[in-house]
T-cell receptor
Framework: DVKVTQSSRYLVKRTGEKVFLECVQD?????MFWYRQDPGLGLRLIYFSYDVKMKEKGDIPEGYSVSREKKERFSLILESASTNQTSMYLCASSISGIPYEQYFGPGTRLTVT | KNQVEQSPQSLIILEGKNCTLQ??????????LRWYKQDTGRGPVSLTIMTFSENTKSNGRYTATLDADTKQSSLHITASQLSDSASYICVVGFGNEKLTFGTGTRLTIIP
């Protein structure tokens, strides 16, 4: 079974803090994704990576950065957290090739106060 | 603008009954359509993926249909169980591996 794990289920941070969300997958997938999910909105893509050290902006990259130093690990960084970044963050991974099955982690519910 | 609209927003049915969830999309160029199940506080789990040439796909008690001409899909759940209580998300793939997500239908099964 594919397993995607995220470093925290719940996180509370203060405005202005630097926040790291980590995601690890164990199936040697090339692609990894970071989404945020807010009530009344569909999942929105923040960033994705199709290879180590490669990254591309998604639909809402402002205020975020990412790092992928190893194939199995993809980190989302909030350089200076703001209250409007309070959300559920979901990581996913997939192999390459269309259509590709995306496997999601359990999510991190981040609250910025 | 690529959009995926789902209806109803929420649905409550009795255990053992069947139900059908709807998805309409305006996404171009269409590549594939997926249905995900998301339990509260969890990540989505894939139920089915259909490409342009497929018009039906089943996964146990879940059956998805696709009409690419009318740009509509449905997810039919047979003999519902309490564990089917979840949000069901319709997702359309387009272009080069990009996805557009619907906002989901919240399904509640009551005993």
């Amino acid at each position: 079974d594919v397993k995607v794990t995220q470093s925290s289920r719940y996180l509370v941070k203060r405005t202005g803090e630097k926040v790291f969300l980590e995601c690890v997958q164990d199936m040697d997938h090339e692609n990894m994704f970071w989404y945020r999910q807010d009530p009344g909105l569909g999942l929105r893509l923040i960033y994705f990576s199709y290879d180590v050290k490669m990254k591309e902006k998604g639909d809402i990259p402002e205020g975020y950065s990412v790092s992928r130093e190893k194939k199995e690990r993809f980190s989302l960084i909030l350089e200076s957290a703001s209250t409007n970044q309070t959300s559920m963050y979901l990581c996913a991974s997939s192999i390459s090739g269309i259509p590709y099955e995306q496997y999601f982690g359990p999510g991190t519910r981040l609250t910025v106060t | 603008k690529n959009q995926v609209e789902q209806s109803p927003q929420s649905l409550i049915i009795l255990e053992g009954k069947n139900c059908t969830l709807q998805c309409n999309y305006t996404v171009s160029p269409f590549s594939n359509l997926r249905w995900y199940k998301q339990d509260t506080g969890r990540g989505p789990v894939s139920l089915t993926i259909m490409t342009f040439s497929e018009n039906t796909k089943s996964n146990g008690r879940y059956t998805a249909t696709l009409d690419a001409d009318t740009k509509q899909s449905s997810l039919h759940i047979t003999a519902s169980q309490l564990s089917d209580s979840a949000s069901y998300i319709c997702v359309v793939g387009f272009g080069n591996e990009k996805l557009t997500f619907g906002t989901g239908t919240r399904l509640t099964i009551i005993p």
